[in-house]
């Protein structure tokens, strides 16, 4: 067996609303999330994404901070997990991101690997976050731009 086939790639994004998410405002970002999930699930490459009781994950807490939403998946490889975030309808809400969502100065994105079969938890990906905005990318926590390939 391949190293990267004992490999998945684990991600987490987070974001903070510009509006309550029972808003007017948010409303077309959650009629969104049911599609985007459903893309997602259906992708070539998709292993499991995190999900509250609603189906997505938006009242799961992260960082200690209840404004924050997060985001946490995993999947084959990142060019799976690429061309999933830049493709069809995934990316046409990502280039609206600044229209529901603060610009965060942090980092708001995290990738690591896991043993093929193992879900992450919000702890593991807020330690991976914090990593990252600490240290920088290296193969404890890294980003898309910086990628770092699966142990050997």
């Known amino acids: 067996m391949t ?3 004992r490999y998945e790639l684990a991600q987490v994004n987070i974001g903070r609303p510009k509006y309550p998410l029972d808003s ?3 409303k077309e970002f959650m009629d969104g999330l049911d599609p985007v999930n459903a893309v997602a ?3 070539d490459g998709f292993v499991w994404r995190l999900q509250d009781d609603s189906g997505n994950a938006t009242g799961v807490s992260v960082l200690g901070d209840d404004s924050l939403i997060v985001n946490m998946s995993v999947w084959r490889d990142a060019e ?3 061309a999933f975030m830049y493709q069809g309808l995934h990316r046409e809400f990502l280039a609206r991101r600044r229209e529901w969502f603060e610009h965060l100065t942090e980092t708001v994105t995290a990738l690591w690997w896991v043993e093929a079969g193992v879900r992450p938890t919000v702890r593991d990906a807020e330690e991976r976050l914090r990593h990252l905005r600490e240290h920088g990318p290296g193969p404890y926590a890294f980003s898309l731009r910086h990628p770092f390939p699966p142990p050997a």
């Open 41 to 43: 699930d259906a992708a």
């Open 24 to 26: 007017a405002e948010f």
């Open 80 to 82: 799976a997990l690429g």
């Open 3 to 5: 190293a990267s086939a």
